[in-house]
């Protein structure tokens, strides 16, 4: 079982820089693929960036690829994403997740793919 709270989302303005971190209990965190995902009024939930176990493969939704970066910090049991040169269409509730499939290589990008997921963090951006 792992449990995952969010933080670091806020009202910005277009072009400013938010990074929101999400901290997981439990040892099984380093060994899990963590994904973060958004959802916006009306939309479904959608992929934004994913990261392997240990950090060497990433994955990016086209849309925020060159402006987010995901990383983690396993010793702390914490998984970043910072976002650059945030947009109005960035605007969502953020939400981290972990895949509970242990050491596996490849990432992936289905939310049904996550088992475990956080409350969720607010990021708005301002025209």
């Known amino acids: 079982q792992v449990q995952l709270v969010e933080s670091g989302g806020g009202l910005v303005q277009a072009g400013d820089s938010l990074r929101l971190s999400c901290a997981a209990s439990?040892?099984?965190?380093?060994?899990?693929?963590m994904g973060w995902f958004r959802q916006a009024p009306g939309k479904e939930r959608e992929f934004v960036a994913a990261i392997g176990y240990s950090g060497g493969v990433t994955a990016y939704a086209d849309s925020v690829k060159g402006r987010f970066t995901i990383s983690r910090d396993n010793a702390k049991h914490t998984l970043y994403l910072q976002m650059n040169a945030l947009q109005p269409d960035d605007a969502a509730v953020y939400y981290c997740?972990?895949?509970?499939?242990?050491?596996?290589?490849?990432?992936?990008?289905?939310?049904?793919?996550?088992?475990?997921w956080g409350q969720g963090t607010q990021v708005t951006v301002s025209s």
């Open positions: 439990g040892r099984t965190f380093t060994i899990y693929a």
């Open positions: 997740a972990a895949d509970s499939t242990p050491f596996i290589v490849e990432v992936t990008t289905s939310v049904s793919d996550y088992d475990y």
